[in-house]
């Protein structure tokens, strides 16, 4: 006769020390400055609207076409191969950077997106959202973004800046961040 198996209580994730996460590259999706590359940057800001400074970011994308990347070397870059994925660890600061390109959409007429996820201290389990691209036309018609008010739907919109994107992040508080789950 089996013990029947009961899952264990959430832990508190995080603070992060740097071992083993970050890595040589991780944050460039792209060669920053190469053609078509842009910056995708922000800050995370905790419930009193405080930067984090050791949160970390993990973004997923399709490539500028709308392909999803199925090339292996996101954890060694070779500098040539778009794998779509990235990691980031916020500076001192709660500030956060990718080298990247923007995606396009997966399928026409759908809305490219960036996915992402977040890892900080006091988070019992890591949150994903989205950053969709400001103004982009595929946007009023997005199934998730049409079925969010107007303010949560700002929150998933990044903000075009000289450099490329803004997406600053805010795990609680007025201005939180709109998260999502996967079932």
Do not use: C
């Not at 036309?137 to 303010?151: I, K």
């Amino acid at each position: 006769m089996s013990t029947p198996r009961i899952p264990t209580p959430g832990q508190t994730i995080g603070p992060f020390f740097g071992y083993a996460l970050p890595y040589e590259g991780d944050a460039d999706l792209v060669p920053p400055g190469s053609p078509g590359s842009i910056r995708l940057h922000g800050w995370v800001y905790d419930g009193a609207g405080n930067p984090i400074p050791d949160a970390l970011i993990e973004i997923w994308q399709t490539d500028a076409e709308g392909n999803v990347p199925q090339a292996e070397g996101s954890l060694l870059r070779d500098g040539w191969t778009f794998t779509g994925w990235g990691r980031a660890a916020a500076d001192l600061n709660g500030h956060y950077t990718f080298s990247t390109v923007l995606p396009g959409p997966s399928e026409e007429g759908k809305a490219p997106f960036i996915g992402v996820t977040v890892f900080a201290r006091g988070l019992l389990d890591k949150l994903h959202t989205r950053i969709y691209l400001p103004e982009h036309p595929a946007n009023t018609g997005d199934a998730l973004l049409v079925s969010l008010s107007e303010d949560e739907r700002a929150t998933l919109v990044a903000t075009a800046d000289a450099t490329g994107l803004r997406f600053d992040i805010h795990l609680q508080g007025d201005r939180e961040t709109t998260f999502l789950t996967y079932g």
